[in-house]
């Protein structure tokens, strides 16, 4: 059972440091199930690979279980060959340093997102190699599978369960390796060794925040647990914890509280038409809305027959049946029907969803973001679908002064994380369309307070013509 891990960040043979294996030498070590050895195949300035290799025991795992009588399966299966969870716990082992994230000469390195692609020969895929992609995407990865032949000798006899996996993209290795660590066994989704409560903290502790917003986290998460019903709830509700959904069941309470702030100015629907005004004016005809909550921009859109194609992405389940009990998507005409799309997924993931439309709009959504998630953002948005233009607004903070019922130096809603100053806005808006070739203008919305500004502001990019 093979996995190799290239990198061409240069220079390349860094990898060595961060997998604290000297690339001229083979390093082997002893599992519980067998041995494992990680050596060079190439390793130049340019580009190189470190190759980890499991040689598995099958008799070994047998012995010792205290089982009278063993079945053959027990002995002959492809548990030696194929990818799996042992290559998961191999992974631990041979790589805890680089899996943590650490590196003693190269943290920086270590920190880095760097070009990396991992190979695994073979792997079987359960349920097809849709899967692979439909997982592995969503991370900002390019995936190659190849569905691999059941004997080559009969190609007649048809395909087996079994694929090549290819991964290639820029992130940190200790990304990558986490994202392999949980994905492959579930993949294969047969656990060899014992799933129980110390699987669900294992999952937790290397899924963490990437699981959580997967979109596809149910999925994974039951294929890892498989057949233990309360285990995968526990797991998913600790999942959901960590992140937006956690906050999901007050949503709908807190919507209500940051409407009330702001009703003297009916403000939303002042946002909401300005948003309208702004996608007229860019001609936009399909338009993608980021975090559309309950649908009320869609609404909108849906009325004018300018907008052709609607999606909304939202992480919350939740609001998505609200959007499509409010946008009545059960009752409408086919022709309109077929207009809008609502789809459950994370923003600050590469989303092949949210391509090809001419606007993307994420109206008060940034500031339900943690900051450090916002680069992730960025990429997905701004670096892989780069949409012709994106319309941002978020709270202007300096307005909050304006809000009588607001208590000073509290954010109008509970699960904002932060709410920005129009310097502050700006700032961040010229960058990402500096680093990413768009320009960028503002408008205010609501009443453009000479001394404070507009309650709330809104950023139009365009991406510069290339
Ligand atoms: N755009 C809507 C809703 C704004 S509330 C409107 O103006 O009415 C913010 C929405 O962003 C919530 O529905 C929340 O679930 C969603 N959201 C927050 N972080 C997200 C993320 N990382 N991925 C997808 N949606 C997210």
């Known amino acids: 059972m093979l996995l190799s891990i290239s990198t061409s960040h240069q220079p390349a043979t860094d990898l060595g440091f961060l997998l604290v294996k000297h ?30 290799m499991l040689s598995i025991d099958p008799v070994g795992l047998v012995r010792g279980r205290g089982e009278a009588e063993g079945s053959l399966a027990q002995y002959v299966n492809d548990r030696p060959y194929v990818a799996s969870s042992f290559l998961s716990v191999a992974m631990k082992r041979v790589f805890s340093t680089a899996m943590a994230g650490t590196s003693k000469g190269r943290q920086d390195v270590a920190d ?22 439909e997982w592995f995407e969503p991370l900002g990865y390019a995936v190659e599978v190849e569905r ?46 014992f799933v129980g409560q110390d699987e669900i903290e294992k999952l937790l502790e290397k899924g963490g925040a990437w699981l959580s917003a997967h979109p596809e986290r149910e999925t994974i998460v039951g294929r890892y647990l498989r057949r233990h019903r309360p285990l995968v709830k526990a797991a998913l509700a600790r999942l959901l ?8 069941e007050q949503e709908v309470r807190r919507e209500a509280a940051e409407e009330a702030i702001e009703r003297p100015l009916s403000l939303n629907e002042k946002r909401m038409d300005a948003v309208v005004a702004a996608l ?21 859109l849906l009325k004018d027959r300018q907008f052709e194609r609607l999606l909304g992405i939202d992480v919350s389940l939740r609001s998505l049946e609200y959007a499509a009990e409010r946008l009545h998507l059960d009752r409408l005409p086919p022709m309109q029907r077929e207009r809008i799309t ?21 109206i008060e959504v940034i500031e339900h973001m943690d900051a450090p998630r916002l680069p992730a953002f960025e990429r997905a948005l701004f670096g892989f679908a780069r949409p012709p233009a994106v319309v941002i607004t978020t709270p202007n903070s300096e ?19 932060f709410e920005w100053s129009r310097a502050e806005f700006h700032a961040w808006c010229e960058a990402v369309a500096q680093r990413n070739g768009y320009a960028v203008r503002y408008a205010p919305i609501g009443d453009d307070d000479p001394e404070v500004g507009p309650p709330t502001q809104m950023a139009i990019f365009t991406r510069d013509a290339a």
């Open 23 to 52: 690339p001229d030498h083979v390093h082997e070590v002893g599992l519980p199930f067998g041995s494992a050895r990680v050596f060079y195949p190439e390793a130049s300035e340019a580009r190189c690979t470190a190759v980890l």
């Open 112 to 133: 880095m997102a760097i070009p990396l692609e991992a190979e695994i020969p073979v792997i079987r895929c359960r349920g097809g190699e849709a899967i692979a992609r």
């Open 148 to 193: 691999l032949p059941m004997d080559p000798r009969f190609p007649q006899d048809g395909d087996s369960p079994y694929v090549r996996l290819r991964l290639s993209g820029v992130l940190r290795l200790r990304e990558l390796l986490t994202h392999l660590y949980v994905l492959l066994p579930a993949l294969d989704g047969d656990k060899h060794y």
């Open 241 to 248: 914890d960590a992140d937006e959904e956690g906050v999901e």
């Open 280 to 300: 007229r004016e860019l001609g936009a005809r399909r338009v993608v809305d980021l975090g559309c909550g309950e649908g009320r921009l869609l609404g909108l």
């Open 342 to 362: 609502l789809a459950h997924g994370a923003l600050t993931y590469r989303d092949r969803r949210i391509e090809g439309f001419d606007v993307a709009c994420a």
């Open 399 to 417: 307005h909050n002064v304006r809000f009588a019922n607001l208590p000073a130096g509290k954010f109008r809603h509970p699960d904002h994380r």
